[in-house]
């Protein structure tokens, strides 16, 4: 009874999925016109309609998938895992492989031994749960490399770009002077050279400024971009507003290194308690424990 409900529930969920498949190539399929001359227009913002209206699509845009059958080729990974992790699940359960493990457990007495039964009878649920979420997983930590790198390279960045501006440089041309010599698999190079490419399609600067803070979504890129937008409509230094981003950037990640510095105190106080303080007492105490177990023994057996 409860395989067959197993069974049921599993299957109505990948039903879901494969069904939001379908409606989502429909939907690119009806949409796919629509969107290439919305795209070629001039000054348009790089979320097209379908960007807009897909917060999926607009998650992996931000994690790098930028392909139209990105999220038709997401949910078919999905619907796999899922059916992977069905399959893993029905296979522990019929040959009763969870079985055997848990009635180890039951010989041991108290509290503990239950708890190490539930555990053990909730792990291939976990199993489940971790095979079928991997796509998700996956784009996730993607995301946050994407993001890791972005912050990394970008102070580096800021400060080629001020001293190239301060030497005489156009920005544009300081641009290419460093795009040339960074390695083109960055996430901050790929994204400069789609900024340069609009700029030779003739789209204004301000516009292509916004399209690179909205595709990549990075607050340091954001608080840069809306510096360099001010900067251009004000008549500002291009310079100065570059030397000032740069030296702000570098005091923000400052900062961020104390706050964590700060918090490494309190984040040491639970391994330190689970795994060096139980072996410190054992050392220390275990052989006086030991001496005086044998002394209450002696006594208890002279009686």
């Known amino acids: 009874m409860i395989h067959a409900s197993i069974i049921l529930t599993l299957s109505l969920s990948a039903l879901i999925c494969v069904m939001g498949i379908l409606s989502l190539y429909r939907r690119q399929q009806s949409l796919k016109r629509i969107v290439e001359f919305s795209e070629s227009l001039r000054g348009e ?9 897909s917060w999926l699509r607009r998650w992996l845009i931000l994690s790098g998938f930028r392909h139209s059958s990105a999220p038709f080729l997401f949910l078919s990974s999905m619907v796999l895992s899922t059916w992977i992790g069905l399959a893993i699940l029905l296979t522990l359960y019929y040959f009763e492989i969870m079985n055997a493990f848990t009635q180890l457990f039951t010989k041991v007495p108290g509290s503990f031994g239950w708890g190490l039964e539930v555990m053990v009878s909730a792990l291939p649920w976990i199993l489940f749960c971790l095979v079928g979420g ?11 490399k994407r993001v890791s790198d972005v912050e990394q390279d970008l102070p580096l ?17 300081a641009l290419a002077k460093i795009l040339s010599s960074q390695p083109s698999g960055r996430s901050l190079t790929k994204e400069f050279r789609i900024f340069q490419r ?20 990075v607050p340091s890129v954001s608080h840069f971009t809306s510096a360099i937008i001010q900067s251009e409509q004000l008549g500002a230094s291009v310079a100065q507003t570059l030397r000032r981003q740069a030296n702000e950037l ?13 918090g490494l105190s309190v984040k040491l106080v639970f391994p330190l308690v689970l795994c060096f303080l139980p072996g410190i007492f054992l050392t220390t105490l275990g052989p006086t424990i030991y001496q005086l177990v044998q002394i209450l023994g002696g006594v208890l057996g002279s009686f």
């Open 198 to 217: 609009e700029i030779s399609l003739g789209i204004s600067r301000l516009q292509c400024f916004r399209r690179l803070s909205q595709r990549l979504a």
């Open 157 to 173: 960045f800021l400060d080629l770009l001020s001293t190239l501006a301060e030497a005489g440089m156009s920005f544009d041309l």
């Open 45 to 53: 913002d790089l979320t097209s309609p379908r960007e807009r209206r």
């Open 250 to 262: 570098r005091h923000r990640r400052q900062e961020n290194a104390m706050h964590h510095a700060q």
């Open 134 to 144: 991997s796509p998700i997983f996956v784009v996730r930590g993607i995301r946050q």
